[in-house]
């Protein structure tokens, strides 16, 4: 079902405008935007970033490994999903994933920043993408999975998330959610990618529930690296003026190989049922009981 942001009807159309009231959002080109004040002044990114992200997230060991995860943890909970929703899919670089792994999947995406829904747009064609505001999904009883991969921590009010992709879930839906862990591990880099927090397992743990779901599963990941990363992390720290956010993109290509490859070991422990207790992210999967 869609929802009128204006007057909270609840309908079924092929077309937006609200039988109740009249209201349509704004569509420009062929995406609809659903906060346009939103779209050119989000202060969760850097809208110039989305480009140098876009580049360096195809070949980037952290993203490719976190892709490989997604997709594993959406076939194995998710097997009988007919649609996804990804809130927040920024340059669609793991919509285009999810896109090559399950070919008969129908794809939503959604994000706040203009430039980035046009990144999406260009590299995802068949996703059907929205501009919007997470906090007010324009949906309810729609969506089989709803992802949210590394979008909580840009928010300060992530209750409302949740409790809005509960509500745009079918009952027997579930989400699939990544966040970075362990608030001691804040830095710069934090600062920098317009992070609001780091999560506690349990912090997130009790805000999934609290917003009505089943947690299915949770497991770091990025665990096996967690020393490299907090040594890192730490140096950065140390502060200087010239920081870069993206230079962990950058790595040497023997150096990038290695990280991904034991990523790759760190999946097969997951997959094998081993919930890794700590890491510099965090994996989450939930369901909207029946
Ligand atoms: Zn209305």
């Known amino acids: 079902l869609k929802v009128c942001l204006s007057c909270g009807t609840r309908f079924e159309a092929n077309g937006w405008r609200c039988p109740s009231c009249g209201h349509e959002p704004e569509q420009r080109g062929t995406h609809f935007y659903f906060a346009p004040e939103l779209a050119e002044a989000s202060t969760g990114y850097d809208s110039a970033c989305f480009g140098q992200i876009a580049q360096l997230e195809a070949g980037n060991f952290w993203f490719r490994a976190r892709n490989r995860l997604i997709v594993w943890a959406l076939q194995r909970y998710f097997r009988g999903a007919r649609n996804l929703l990804e ?7 793991v919509l285009s994933g ?19 829904l046009e990144y999406a747009a260009s590299r995802v064609p068949r996703a059907h993408l929205m501009q919007m505001d997470a906090r007010r999904l324009p949906f309810a009883a729609e969506f089989d999975v709803i ?11 992530d209750a409302a998330v949740l409790r809005e992709m509960f509500s745009a879930l079918v ?73 870069d956010p993206l230079a962990e993109l950058r790595l040497p290509r023997w150096l990038n190989a290695a990280l991904e490859t034991v990523l790759d070991v760190e999946r097969w422990l997951i997959r094998g049922g081993v919930s890794l207790p700590a890491g510099g992210s965090l994996l989450l999967v939930a369901c909207k009981p029946q």
């Open 87 to 93: 809130i927040g899919c920024g340059t669609g670089y």
């Open 171 to 243: 009952p027997g839906g579930g989400i699939l959610v990544t966040v970075p862990q362990h608030p001691a591990l804040w830095s710069e880099y934090d600062v920098r990618a317009h992070h609001v927090r780091r999560y506690r397992k349990d912090e997130l743990r009790d805000k999934v529930t609290a917003a009505g779901f089943h947690v299915a599963r949770t497991s770091s990941f990025v665990s096996l690296l967690l020393p490299l990363l907090f040594g890192s992390r730490l140096r950065q720290k140390a502060g200087t003026a010239d920081y």
């Open 147 to 157: 992802g949210a991969f590394d979008v909580l921590e840009h928010i300060d009010d």
């Open 98 to 116: 999810i896109a090559s792994a399950a070919p008969g999947l129908r794809l939503s995406g959604s994000e706040v920043d203009r430039v980035g």
